[in-house]
């Protein structure tokens, strides 16, 4: 193996790492969701506001963090970034403590905060370390760990949050005034030790970060530049179709894991059962990546990955809302395979050809992450005004809709073939 072949390599295990974190973060708040609603006593509608805090910090600070990098470099960019979650994880402490949803809000928002500052350096480093042709492949890859990450996460949160959680909720009820109050402070504080150990491994990652000395990574995609000079990030319409795309598919995945807990409730699963259902969802999830992985770009191209899975998503969708109980629930889960290929398939397609404007560009695809913060606040007003989890699963089919648009035809639009 030659030297830059060690680099590429090392530099690659470092971002695995990364994206581990990614998910392990990320995919808490699908345990968080019903916790806070139980702990704080809220409606659906509030209870999603944790989607909302989370995601749209990345609408806010993608084209913050994109300036942030220039300026420091990506290492050291990542490790503020690691920092900045830390920081976030320690503010659950006064919030569990005050029973504050707010505050937890905000240590949310601070968390996302984070995630947008290193996922704007992390995921075009993937992208350009390699062809473009197999970029979908690289990513799956990443993508296993940010999965494997997830299940791991909700599987521990769950078991030191929901232990006895129904025994719990049923003497809640019993309570009233200072001694109701008294008996949820308590419940809401089991959230500091897992959080304190969160923001403990962050902050060394940080420092593990500066330590390892990645490479600055530049684009050298070489392309006419007299000729790109005359164009602005407006005269690449298949790049603002994918911020469109990205924004519909992160809200569809946010969806189909962050609501199955509550919904699995609805559906007469118990509790400590229902909050673990999101971890099968990321099994299928990484079972697609694998396939992904297999798949692209050896066999089927970037594009037909990102067809065949818009139209798995749209008969999915169908069968969840045609059936209920436990089958709906599995169909919410097998979801997830249909998204496996979405994110490493609309990543690249948005991107490609566009030389110097691609650091930009990424910033625009990490802002249309936001998507998770809006569609899943809409599911979860829709379900709280009508009473009902399961019809609000409509909202999921015109969105798959406009990705299969974009995986035929829109990813081609003003793009120099």
């Known amino acids: ?135 979908a492949k690289r990513m799956s890859i990443m993508g296993l760990f940010n999965k494997i990450a997830g299940i791991v996460g909700i599987l521990w949160l769950s078991n030191v949050l929901f232990s006895d959680m129904e025994t719990i909720s049923k003497e809640i009820l019993k309570l009233s005034g200072y001694e109701k109050e008294m008996e949820l402070t308590l419940l809401t504080q089991r959230i500091i030790p897992p959080y304190i150990g969160i923001a403990a491994g962050l902050i060394l990652l940080a420092f593990m970060v500066l330590l390892a000395k990645l490479p600055e990574i530049k684009n050298e995609e070489s392309i006419n530049k007299e000729k790109e000079n005359k164009k602005t990030i407006f005269n690449f319409p298949y790049l603002w179709l994918g911020v469109i795309t990205l924004f519909l598919y992160v809200g569809v995945e946010v969806i189909a894991i962050d609501t199955l807990s509550l919904y699995s409730i609805s559906q007469n699963i118990e509790s400590d059962i229902a909050t673990k259902l999101p971890s099968f969802s990321l099994i299928a999830l990484t079972f697609g990546y694998l396939l992904g992985i297999v798949l692209v770009p050896k066999y089927i191209s970037q594009s037909i990955a990102l067809t065949i899975s818009a139209i798995l998503g749209i008969i999915f969708s169908i069968l969840a809302l045609s059936f209920s109980g436990i089958t709906s629930v599995v169909f919410i889960i097998l979801l997830s395979f249909a998204h496996a290929m979405m994110w490493p398939g609309i990543w690249p397609l948005a991107i490609e050809k566009l030389g110097s404007h691609t650091a930009v560009a990424s910033a625009l695809l990490i802002m249309a992450i936001a998507g998770g913060a809006i569609l899943p606040l809409i599911y979860g007003w829709w379900a709280t005004a009508i009473d009902n989890r399961h019809i609000p699963y409509l909202i999921l089919i015109p969105c798959y809709l406009f990705i299969a648009f974009y995986s035929l035809k829109g990813h081609k639009i003003g793009k120099e073939i």
């Open 1 to 135: 193996m030659t030297q830059n072949n060690k680099k590429l390599v090392f530099s690659l295990s470092i971002i695995g790492v990364l994206y581990f974190i990614f998910g392990f973060i990320t995919w808490l708040n699908s345990v968080l969701i019903p916790f806070l609603r139980e702990a704080c006593q809220l409606n659906d509608s509030q209870s999603y506001l944790v989607t909302f805090a989370f995601y749209m910090s990345y609408f806010v600070m993608a084209l913050p963090s994109s300036y942030l990098l220039k300026k420091t470099g990506f290492a050291r960019g990542m490790a503020f970034g690691l920092l900045i979650m830390a920081l976030g994880s320690i503010i659950f402490i006064p919030a569990a403590n005050l029973r504050d949803y707010r505050i937890f809000l905000l240590g949310l928002f601070l968390q996302g905060t984070g995630l947008a500052l290193l996922q704007t350096a992390v995921n075009p480093y993937v992208t350009i370390l390699g062809p473009i042709e197999s970029a």
